[in-house]
Each structure stands twice: as structure tokens, then as C-alpha cells.
């Protein structure tokens, strides 16, 4: 996933609209753990916008500072904290027909590799990252 909407998220709109990949789900979709509260991002699609921008378009979209946070990337090394999210009910990660799961250990996604494991880890607020 790469981030997440924390419980700060006013429910605006505006992360989703921006979102190239189409990871943002608001708060009336039942793939979001979260519905009824806060928008959500889906940890199998987010790319943290590599290759469509070199700030994550949500948060440069979010009128709320420290709504969007980091989490760990996506990729195989994460894939036992995301089915364990998954099973906590921290992600609603989709189920394929065939491939199950759609943990990063059957597809992982690209992410900004310079903030590091500890920053994610933190769950340290996007925004700061890019503040000139």
C-alpha cells in the first residue's frame, strides 16, 4: 500500500479524485474496512504514484495535514504484515478467483524508496516528506 488514510480523513473527496490508479475508496464501498468513517486506500493498487508524479497526488489533493501517512511497501518482504492486516480487518485486501489473496508475494507494487522502513513503520504523516 504504501499509505494510508488515518481517522483525521474528513471524507472530502478530494484523494480519490486525484488518485491516477484508482486506489481510494470513500467511506460507502464494502471492500473499505473502514466504511462509514473514513476513506481508504487499497494496498494492492496504491503505486505511491511512482511513475505518474513525484509527490503522491493524494496528498498533494488532501485539504487535511496528516490525514495520508505511510505505511510498509507492498512488495513480497511485507506480505505476512498485510495478510495479517488483512485477517485484523486493518486491509480488505481483494480475493482473486484463481491467484487467492492478492498479497505483494503474488504482486507487489512500486513505491518511493527513499523513506525509509522506520518512517513507514511510524507511520510518519506523507506531507512533511515534501515541504520545501
Do not use: Q
Not at 491516477?20 to 487499497?42: C, Q, T, W
Request: glycine share 6%; charged share 30%; net charge negative.
Amino acid at each position: 500500500m504504501a499509505v494510508m488514510i488515518t481517522e483525521a480523513c474528513i471524507n472530502c473527496g478530494d484523494c480519490a479524485e486525484a488518485c491516477p490508479v484508482a486506489a481510494i475508496l470513500d467511506d460507502s464501498k464494502d471492500r473499505n474496512p473502514y466504511m462509514g468513517e473514513h476513506f481508504y486506500v487499497k494496498p494492492e493498487n496504491c503505486v505511491e504514484c511512482v511513475g505518474h508524479a513525484d509527490v503522491p497526488r493524494c496528498v498533494e489533493a488532501c485539504p487535511t495535514e496528516g490525514c495520508i501517512v505511510w505505511d510498509l511497501p507492498y512488495i513480497k518482504e511485507f506480505s505476512e504484515y498485510y495478510g495479517k492486516g488483512n485477517n485484523e480487518g486493518v486491509y480488505k485486501i481483494r480475493v482473486h478467483k484463481k491467484k487467492g489473496l492478492m498479497l505483494p508475494s503474488i504482486k507487489e507494487k512500486p513505491f518511493i524508496e527513499s523513506v525509509s522502513v522506520e518512517e513507514r513503520k511510524a507511520h510518519s504523516a506523507v506531507l512533511k516528506f515534501f515541504k520545501a
